[in-house]
């Protein structure tokens, strides 16, 4: 189930960005004393009253026909569509303004549920004013302070009511969600009519055709699918066409909607900083990888080419060293019968259970041939271990003290374990806890 998403707006230096790092718990977005600051949409997750949602941070929306003002209206305005609950902010000190009454006008006109803030509020006297915001139209206005974080507690309860019900997934456990993931251009949306079959997706040769996430179910081999495609991720500072800046939520919804992710590469432009940038989502998020090499049809190949490829896809994305490697022509159709197989495999290896005592005579084993490190005159004693989760797979490794646990031992398990039972496609985690 997604989460829901919350986004800031109002007009520039009514503390959007101050509010945002206190929701976020850490300074993300930049704060300075001068109107405009923050020209782009920023992203985090937040956690109220053991809800998770994502909460956007915008640039303020003012009036006028500056390039500035125009772009940052429009981030707002996607913000907006984008978002379930709006937090509208306002200065208290200013009072109402005629930049306000124009963002009242436009919230109005997108139905989404406002709650509305005032900040700057952080005196009694001050709070003797609240009753003139009533005039806006968005019911109770609820005084609050950025500077100190007073009255975000009341702010957030009201927030979170306004979160529509998440319907549970209705598609069968045993159906593989995946997505596609990578910046414009790298052949997405051909891939996903390849995989298809058929024209279901728009292809372009313009960069960033595809807007949306779109979700589409097949069967194949008597195994249920839903293919996500995503608009491609471009790096900040590149872009300036207004529907492109919003693509990476989106990209991050279904990223978090997918067992598998494929992250989609240019075999004809190479591997550039973006690819990595992007990969890294799906790696933070836990989910299963598999890095797709498209348009290997335009590459002049001998037999030494897809090595020295592969080779340098293990150098550039080295978080990445579970993830197969798939090379691929979507246009041409060349080895697109690699591909779900590999999709399959990789899911039920996100989804892998272990048992305990295999599990314990793996890592026994080990020791044996490679002791536990000392560190400082103690050594690092291993009681037992057992998987806690899966979708990553995840276990708990029992020992003496987890701070005699170095990365680098961390990792050998990690290894041991990936040997013995198979975790290719899927990132595993290992946590060491003392034993009670």
Known sequence: ?????????????????????????????????????????????????????????????????????VQMRT??????????????????KEGVTAADEEVTRM????????????????????????????????????????????????????????FPERDIEEDDEDTIHFSLIGRPNVGKSSLVNSILGEERVIVSEVAGTTRDAIDTSFEKDNQDFVIIDTAGMRKRGKVYEKTEKYSVLRALKAIERSDVVLAVLDADTGIIEQDKRIAGYAHEAGKAVIIVVNKWDTVEKDDKTMKEFEDKVRQDFQFLDYAPVVFLSAL???????LLPRIIQASENH????????????????LALNPTPSIKGRKLKILYATQVAVKPPTFVVFVNDPELMHFTFKRFLENRIREAFGFEGTPIKIYARQRK
């Not at 041409?332 to 019968?337: E, L, S």
């Not at 989804?351 to 080990?366: C, F, G, H, P, Y």
């Open 107 to 162: 919230l109005f006109k997108s139905s989404k549920p406002v709650v509305l803030a005032v900040n700057k509020m952080d005196n009694p006297e001050m709070r003797d004013r609240i009753y003139e915001f009533y005039s806006l139209g968005f019911g109770e206005p609820y005084p609050i302070s950025g500077s100190h974080g007073l009255g975000l507690g009341d702010l957030l309860d009201e927030v979170v009511k306004h």
């Open 1 to 69: 189930m997604r989460k829901s998403v919350v986004a800031i707006v109002g007009k520039p230096n009514v503390g959007k960005s101050t509010i945002f790092n206190r929701l976020v718990g850490e300074r993300i977005a930049i704060v300075e004393d001068v109107p405009g600051v923050t020209r782009d949409r920023i992203y985090a997750e937040a956690e109220w009253l053991n809800t998770t949602f994502n909460l956007i941070d915008t640039g303020g929306i003012e009036i006028g026909d500056e390039p500035l003002m």
């Open 351 to 366: 989804a892998k259970r272990v048992q305990t005592n295999l599990l314990n005579e793996v890592i026994m084993d080990s």
């Open 332 to 338: 041409t159709k060349k080895r697109m019968h690699t």
């Open 75 to 92: 981030q707002a305005e996607i913000a907006i569509e984008e978002s379930d609950v709006i937090i509208f902010m306002i200065d208290g």
